[in-house]
């Protein structure tokens, strides 16, 4: 445990950092879960306006430093492709 006023303070920070990372990177799972099921069933219409919504989650958890942008980006231009592959 922490002995200095600073260091506890940090420790305090940092947990209440980590708890909202972490529901960041869980609704980012689920809102990636949700479009991959919407691309596995071929539902081209649904998975277009998706794509919307987890786009803005994905540049939202780069905006706070909790994904890299790359990844996003990366990303976001895999489920792009699928998309496009299933509305062949």
Do not use: F, G, Y
């Not at 920070?13 to 980012?28: C, D, G, H, P, T």
């Not at 994904?67 to 496009?84: E, F, V």
């Amino acid at each position: 445990m922490p002995q200095h006023k600073s260091a506890k303070k940090r420790l305090r920070q940092s947990e209440r950092r980590r708890v909202v990372n972490k529901s960041v990177k869980s609704n980012v799972a689920t809102q990636l879960k949700a479009i991959d099921k919407l691309i596995k069933d071929k539902k081209v219409e649904d998975s277009m306006a998706k794509l919307k919504e987890v786009m803005s989650v994905l540049h939202k958890s780069t905006q706070k430093k909790i994904m890299h942008l790359n990844k996003a980006s990366r990303t976001i231009s895999k489920l792009q492709k699928d998309i496009s592959a299933i509305s062949k």
